[in-house]
């Protein structure tokens, strides 16, 4: 098990998710401010990663940038 302590700092912008089922892969809609304002297009790799918070609730952290933070 890794253990990464993060602190994040929210920007204030959050929307609601469906999750949608196409064959064998479900998947989760991003705003779509977020993609304009980061610059995001089609086929662009976004990393994810299943952590906990501090009430031991499942959250899905997702990195826009395009980089790995684990191997």
Do not use: C, H
Request: charged share 25%; proline share 1%.
């Amino acid at each position: 098990m890794i253990i990464f302590v993060m602190i994040f700092e929210f920007q204030g912008v959050g929307w609601k998710s469906k999750l949608t089922q196409k064959r064998e892969t479900m998947s989760l809609s991003i705003s779509k401010i977020i993609v304009i304002g980061n610059n995001l297009k089609k086929g662009k790799i976004l990393y994810n990663y299943l952590a906990f918070d501090k009430l031991k609730r499942p959250v899905i952290i997702t990195y826009l940038d395009g980089k790995e933070i684990m191997n």
